[in-house]
């Protein structure tokens, strides 16, 4: 069964910091999105990507977040700056019609 | 606004019992509905969807969801739980997007947690 690939698994990182979190989408799905689950809580909606561009976003995603895909395959999102209250896990999920969604395993996100 | 309500937190039931967890969604169309389950530390599994036809949906590992129009809701059913079906379980909508047919986000719950006793 196709997956979504996320890399990578755990990332620990200083406040203040920079870092790009990794996803590899299911090749023929067009539908792109960012999720976050804080410890502990619900998953929540980052951003959505079709067409090369943003289509929606959350008041989450300020602009300390980009999210980009540079090479055709792999889609990333960036934290400029993190902070403490950026420790979460984050979700890539692919979408296509008929299909669904299918999520990533998710990248632990720890900022100290 | 879209929103999921999943009203119990956290539910306990004996091994070999039945289960349903109960989802209500506010949604102004038809919806896209999804139920995911997560273990500790791990990622979200899909467990069914649905999106048109049949409102009884089967899905994997013998649970089943049952769309009810008219009482808003997409509750999650297993006539007996194992031992390794204790973990988190989430119900989620899709909304649909401005492109037509496809949906443009999931709307999450809080999640269900559920523990099984021996």
């Known amino acids: 069964e196709p997956e979504v690939t996320q890399t990578p698994s755990h990332q620990v990182t200083q406040m203040g910091q920079e870092v790009i979190l990794r996803c590899v989408p299911i090749?023929?799905?067009?539908?792109f999105y960012w999720y976050r689950q804080i410890l502990g809580q619900k998953v929540e909606f980052l951003v959505s990507?079709?067409?090369?561009?943003?289509?929606?976003k959350s008041e989450i995603f300020d602009d300390q977040f980009s999210v980009e895909r540079p090479d055709g395959s792999n889609f990333t999102l960036k934290i400029r700056s993190t902070k403490l209250e950026d420790s979460a896990m984050y979700f890539c999920a692919t979408y296509q019609p008929n299909y669904g969604y299918t999520f990533g395993s998710g990248t632990r996100l720890t900022v100290v | 606004a879209q929103s999921v309500t999943q009203p119990d937190i956290h539910i306990t039931v004996s091994e070999g019992a039945s289960l349903e967890l109960r989802c209500n969604y506010s949604y102004g169309a038809t919806p896209y509905l999804f139920w995911y389950v997560q273990s500790p530390g791990q990622g979200l599994q899909l467990l069914l969807k649905?999106?048109?036809?049949?409102?009884l949906v089967q899905g994997i590992k013998g649970f089943e969801a049952e769309f009810k129009r008219s009482q808003s809701s997409f509750n999650l059913r297993k006539p007996s739980v194992h031992w390794s079906d204790a973990a988190e379980y989430f119900c989620a909508v899709g909304a649909r997007s401005s492109y037509g047919g496809a949906t443009n986000k999931l709307i999450f719950g809080t999640g269900t947690l559920l523990a099984v006793q021996p």
């Open positions: 649905y999106f048109s036809g049949d409102t």
């Open positions: 090749s023929n799905h067009l539908y």
């Open positions: 990507f079709y067409n090369n561009e943003i289509s929606e």
